[in-house]
């Protein structure tokens, strides 16, 4: 069983920037695709990046369209950990956010398709 650990959330003004990360333990996540998501109040809770595995060819990273350009996903093994880093922080960024793990290394924006979960991380944003 993998046991996943948020942490960097917190408050900011917009245009700063958050890196929130998520260290995994049990076992490695090294083969699994590996996901952020966030749950705002009064809505769904939304995909916001996914990455695969480290290949010889690299990663495959998908976004939301509204963080393409201001937040990035990335991993590393050696620390079996994962990476968000946001910048340009904009108000409506403000949710829980979550990473999250399939047993498989394959893209899926789709929260259900989900095997692990953290217990979240608040990111605040200021106007």
């Known amino acids: 069983q993998v046991q996943l650990v948020e942490s960097g959330g917190g408050l900011v003004q917009a245009g700063g920037s958050l890196r929130l990360s998520c260290a995994a333990s049990g076992r490695t996540i090294s083969s699994s695709a590996m996901g952020w998501f966030r749950h705002a109040p009064g809505k769904e809770r939304e995909f916001v990046a996914t990455?695969?595995?480290?290949?010889?060819?690299?990663?495959?990273?998908h976004y939301t369209d509204s963080v393409k350009g201001r937040f990035t996903i990335s991993r590393d093994n050696a620390k079996n950990t994962m990476y968000l880093q946001m910048n340009s922080l904009k108000p409506e960024d403000t949710a829980v956010y979550y990473c999250?793990?399939?047993?498989?290394?394959?893209?899926?924006?789709?929260?259900?398709?989900?095997?692990?979960w953290g217990q979240g991380t608040q990111v605040t944003v200021s106007a």
């Open positions: 990455i695969t595995s480290i290949t010889l060819s690299g990663t495959t990273t």
């Open positions: 999250a793990g399939r047993r498989i290394d394959s893209h899926s924006p789709y929260y259900t398709d989900y095997d692990y």
